[in-house]
């Protein structure tokens, strides 16, 4: 098996997205684009990665360092070509011995199985291998101009093309693998007397042929290798990926009764027979263990700018409508979480319930505990988070406030409409309000009183 080094070029800032964020750094399901391809190399079985960025790019570096973890950083000082991009890379072309993939940045579409199959070409005999692609409309594309073999014969840019090349079908797609002893001596002798009077990577091909080598053409949806330059083809590029992640969750055994409104993102888990109903919104970090229902209009977040803790729903949970979980927030079996209840850096244990109207933050709440409607851990003084603790079978009255730090024991009352300072001792009931008084006959005085007043003013 031959090793293989991946060049990802994203050296281009991307000036048509309108963003002070590089290109390659928008996110496609809550990850930067080039991580995607990062990905895909790895699950092509690239050993190592070479990444070529342009000037002041560094932010681009250390995201993909964050995402790859170990991998080689090149800078290309002047845009000059794809092919005096890769050799920016040169010193470590120099080093490897073994298959080289040239990638792109802005492609967070592209497979690894798809890359696959272009080392497969080389593996049949290839020295170069082209991916391509037939769009509806291939103009504006580089054409792939084959021989009556099938071998690739040339890879012309449409500006420099004959009328008869431009009728060809099979795009470049701008994706090359390389099986050659010496790939940086080939790109060296790339010349560029061409409408740009750039490097083309394009033209290896024929500098490999030249020496008596084979290139190969291997075809792909069109759809994996767009490149996205804009914020529409950004949001095209998002739609595309959602759709993909929808049906493989669906194919596993993932009911979603309206798929178009579900919303997932790169790292989202989803156990077996979990029911999603319409408009929820998975962000990074969740995890969904089997046999969960998920209502209607949920928000789902377990790593954002503060916190990475994570979430997860744990097996026979329900959870929603309209429910929002931060990170932190673990939902145990067979627990109940309903509308309008938020929970953050919490716990639930099994069967416990929050069922409406809840603010569940900073606590660890007991198996089979009951949090009823308008309860609010109060968590924040201003200055520090503190915690909330409520055991086994516990039972928060309605209506209530939870001052943290303060423990509410195992099977404990709180009454509804408290303010609880202080912890409550196991099987106790907690009262904080003020004691209900009554003054008979009071309502009919106070509406006579207020008929007169209104009487007198003239203004009846």
Not at 73 to 102: F, I, N, P, S, Y
Request: aromatic content about 4%; overall charge neutral; proline content about 3%.
């Amino acid at each position: 098996m031959h090793e293989m080094l991946a060049i990802v070029l994203a050296a281009g800032k991307g000036t048509r997205m309108k963003s002070s964020l590089p290109k390659v750094l928008h996110p496609v399901g809550g990850l930067a684009m080039v991580a995607h391809v990062l990905r895909a190399a790895r699950a092509a079985g690239a050993s190592s990665t070479a990444l070529v960025i342009g000037p002041g790019m560094e932010q681009v570096a250390r995201v993909a360092q964050l995402d790859q973890g170990d991998l080689d950083v090149h800078v290309q000082e002047e845009q000059l070509g794809t092919a005096h991009a890769v050799l920016a890379a040169r010193q470590r072309l120099m080093r490897h011995r073994g298959d080289v993939l040239v990638l792109y940045g802005d492609t967070p579409l592209i497979t690894g199985a798809t890359l696959k199959r272009l080392r497969e070409a080389l593996d049949d005999g290839a020295s170069v291998a082209v991916l391509g692609f037939r769009p509806a409309d291939p103009t504006g594309y580089g054409r792939l101009v084959t021989g009556d073999d099938g071998s690739l014969l040339a890879i012309r840019e449409e500006k420099d093309a004959s009328d008869a090349e431009r009728r060809i079908g099979l795009c470049n797609s701008g994706v090359i693998a390389f099986r050659l002893p010496d790939v940086a001596g080939l790109l060296g002798r790339i010349g560029n007397a061409n409408a740009k009077s750039e490097f083309y990577l394009t033209d290896a091909v024929e500098v490999a042929r030249q020496d008596g080598l084979r290139a190969a053409a291997v075809a792909c949806d069109e759809r994996e290798v767009m490149g996205v330059n804009s914020r529409d083809q950004l949001a095209v590029a998002e739609g595309l990926w959602q759709e993909a992640r929808r049906r493989e969750f669906m194919l596993a055994g993932v009911t979603m009764t309206a798929p178009d409104t579900v919303w997932l993102s790169f790292d989202t888990r989803i156990g077996v027979d979990v029911t999603i109903e319409p408009n929820v919104f998975f962000g990074p970090g969740v995890t969904v263990e089997d046999r969960v229902t998920i209502k209607a209009n949920c928000h789902f977040q377990g790593i954002d700018g503060k916190s990475r803790d994570g979430l997860v729903i744990r097996e026979g949970a329900e959870v929603g409508p309209f429910a929002r979980l931060r990170p932190g927030a673990d939902i145990g079996r067979e627990a109940h979480i309903g509308n309008f209840v938020e929970v953050k850096a919490a716990r639930l244990g099994s069967g416990a319930k929050a069922n409406h109207l809840a603010y569940v933050g900073d606590g660890e709440v007991g198996a089979g505990a009951n949090i009823g409607a308008g309860t609010i851990f109060c968590n924040y003084d201003g200055f520090a988070k503190h915690k909330t603790t409520l055991g086994d079978g516990a039972f928060i009255g309605s209506n209530s406030s939870l001052v943290a730090p303060v423990t509410i024991g195992a099977g404990a009352y709180v009454a509804s409409g408290s303010v609880i300072t202080r912890d409550v001792t196991p099987g106790a009931l907690g009262i904080a309000r003020a004691e209900q008084s009554e003054r008979v006959g009071w309502a009919e005085k106070f509406r006579t009183l207020m008929l007169r007043r209104k009487a007198a003013s003239g203004k009846g």
